[in-house]
């Protein structure tokens, strides 16, 4: 089986991570998929290759507790490993060969330059059928890339259906836990999916147990209140209906509501309107007014010309 260069190799997506917080807009970015090995020369690769192709595996009954060969301590400048460069470029019959010669061996759990395993990698090259067998051979499904994203975190960013199946139905004893964890950016599984406007993993997340109104980790916005960022109605109805919590506050004390002031869609404010707690409805004081009259009524204020917020 020849061993090729994967053609998809410049994935374009959103990041939430890339979110504006000023502006809401969301900023393109790029997924690398082969932590640089494109960036190879080409008689580096082809000598990668060549490797690759004359690699010989034992039978895996001869190794029967799963223990692997000296070849798996062999890696590229990028820190890919065999099975990171067949997941890659797809050379299956490869993966699987290497698969069952290290079935439960911590091989399978290496992690590149980036703190890619091989399963983060099968997930953004969209192999369900890889991921389903890395699980099954002992792959850890709460390892984080460099980003802090399991593999889950990056099916959730991509809207992989088949791969966010494959990983919520395999390994479940760890599921729980995968869909609390924050990525290094603060945010669980459920705001990924929606802020990319994937309702039916949002709603798919809840029922296997992830919280509606789990808070991301910056400013301590839920989904909700992401989906009032974006203007999203539909999904603002999808996370009502799943017991989204209207009157759920911010770090900086803001309801769901409170965000519909300024936007354009009157839809959304309406709906918020209605079922947010009526002391809650007022727009909290500012830290930064509350700051300016303590500072407008200190007589030992040196500099009483001094603005704040323009004032």
């Not at 091989?107 to 099968?122: I, M, P, V």
């Not at 997930?123 to 369900?128: D, H, K, S, W």
């Not at 705001?191 to 296997?208: F, G, K, R, T």
Request: proline share 4%; with cysteine; aromatic share 6%.
């Amino acid at each position: 089986m020849d061993v090729h260069r994967d053609p998809r190799i410049n994935y374009m997506d959103c990041d939430l991570e890339e979110m504006d917080t000023k502006s809401r807009k969301m900023q393109p970015c790029e997924d690398r998929v082969d932590s640089g090995v494109d960036s190879l020369k080409e008689d580096e690769y082809r000598k990668i290759v060549e490797e690759m192709e004359n690699l010989s595996l034992p039978n895996a009954s001869a190794n029967p507790k799963g223990m692997c060969e000296p070849w798996t301590e062999e890696v590229t400048e990028d820190g890919d490993t065999y099975l990171h460069l067949a997941i890659i470029h797809e050379a299956e019959e490869y993966a699987i060969q290497i698969i069952k010669q290290c079935q439960n061996d911590p091989f399978l759990n290496r992690q590149n330059n980036q703190r890619q395993t091989a399963l983060h990698l099968a997930v953004i090259t969209e192999q369900p059928h890889m991921v389903d067998r890395l699980l099954k051979a002992g792959c850890d499904p709460r390892l984080v890339d460099q980003s802090g994203n399991t593999a889950l975190h990056i099916a959730c960013r991509r809207g992989s259906l088949a791969c966010f199946s494959v990983l919520t139905q395999i390994q479940t004893q760890h599921l729980r836990s995968v869909l609390t964890f924050p990525n290094y950016s603060g945010h669980a599984c459920i705001h990924i999916a929606a802020v990319h406007n994937y309702l039916s993993m949002v709603e798919s997340l809840v029922q296997l147990g992830a919280d509606v109104n789990a808070k991301e980790q910056c400013s301590g916005r839920t989904s909700l209140h992401l989906a009032v960022d974006m203007q999203n109605l539909e999904l603002v109805h999808t996370l009502i209906a799943l017991g989204a919590d209207v009157n759920s506050l911010t770090y900086g004390g803001y309801t769901p509501y409170h965000l519909t002031f300024g936007r354009h869609n009157s839809e959304i404010q309406r709906q918020l309107y209605s079922r947010t707690a009526q002391e809650l409805r007022p727009m909290p004081e500012s830290e930064s007014e509350e700051s300016e009259e303590e500072l407008s009524s200190d007589d030992d204020c040196m500099y009483d010309d001094i603005q704040f917020c323009g004032r």
